[in-house]
């Protein structure tokens, strides 16, 4: 069973609204989490960290959030635009340890 | 630009073949991971060097095996291909190899296909 657990697979959104994705891990206790970018065929791109004891972090129009007592994080997108259309992908690491545990990631599309 | 860079960005070769990808981390960094990609899954973890040394290990394959270099470049060997090895394989790199807060930066890929 993977670790870390993405919501909704995928979803469709018109331009300038918002959505939240959801991450929910098991991995406990954990090192930091994770939200990357990634468009299609392209390498990810890091768009927030957050240690443990964070509650949020904010990436222009990007804003993560994390419970560490639920075990778990959301993305939320703001007044999103055609080329917030990428895959989202949730990772966290292990403390002492340099495991990563990724999420299968949602993919977004943002139509106009 | 990440400033990782992957040769080659595409491999096509058939099934039983050996081959080698490439990656050059950004300047400064010390730690190398390899990912792979296949269709419709998540990045799969493979393997992690740190300055030159294996420092964590993924679901690599037996066939599979890596290297850092005294330059810091890494190579990735895949031996005795498959078809289900077709996939998109990264590189990323990071200042350190330790499970904190760094950023990992990813190259844009080698897209690997195995006919």
């Known amino acids: 069973k993977n670790q870390v657990e993405q919501s909704p697979q995928s979803l469709i959104i018109l331009e300038g609204k918002n959505c939240t994705l959801q991450?929910?891990?098991?991995?406990?206790?954990?090192?930091?989490l994770r939200w990357y970018k990634q468009d299609t065929g392209r390498g990810p791109v890091s768009l927030t960290i957050?240690?443990?004891?964070?509650n949020t972090k904010s990436n222009g129009r990007y804003t993560a959030t994390l419970d560490a007592d639920t075990k778990q994080s959301s993305l939320h997108i703001t007044a999103s635009q055609l080329s917030d259309s990428a895959s989202y992908i949730c990772?966290?690491?292990?403390?002492?340890?340099?495991?990563?545990?990724f999420g299968a990631g949602t993919t977004v599309t943002v139509r106009a | 630009d990440s400033g990782v860079t992957q040769t080659p960005k595409h491999l096509i070769t058939a099934t039983g073949q050996r081959v080698t990808l490439r990656c050059s981390p950004r300047?400064?960094?010390?730690?190398v991971y390899w990912y792979q990609q296949s269709l419709d899954q998540g990045l799969q973890f493979l393997i992690q060097?740190?300055?030159?040394?294996?420092?964590a290990k993924g679901n690599i394959l037996e066939r599979f095996s890596a290297q850092q270099f005294p330059d810091l470049h890494s190579e990735l060997n895949l031996s005795s291909l498959e078809l289900g090895d077709s996939a998109l394989y990264f590189c990323?790199?990071?200042?350190?190899?330790?499970?904190?807060?760094?950023?990992?930066?990813f190259g844009p890929g080698t897209r690997l296909t195995v006919t």
């Open positions: 990323a790199s990071s200042v350190d190899g330790g499970a904190d807060a760094y950023e990992q930066y």
């Open positions: 991450c929910n891990y098991t991995v406990s206790p954990f090192s930091n």
């Open positions: 957050m240690t443990f004891s964070e």
């Open positions: 990772v966290v690491s292990w403390p002492n340890d340099y495991k990563l545990s």
């Open positions: 300047s400064g960094d010390l730690s």
């Open positions: 060097y740190y300055n030159g040394e294996e420092r």
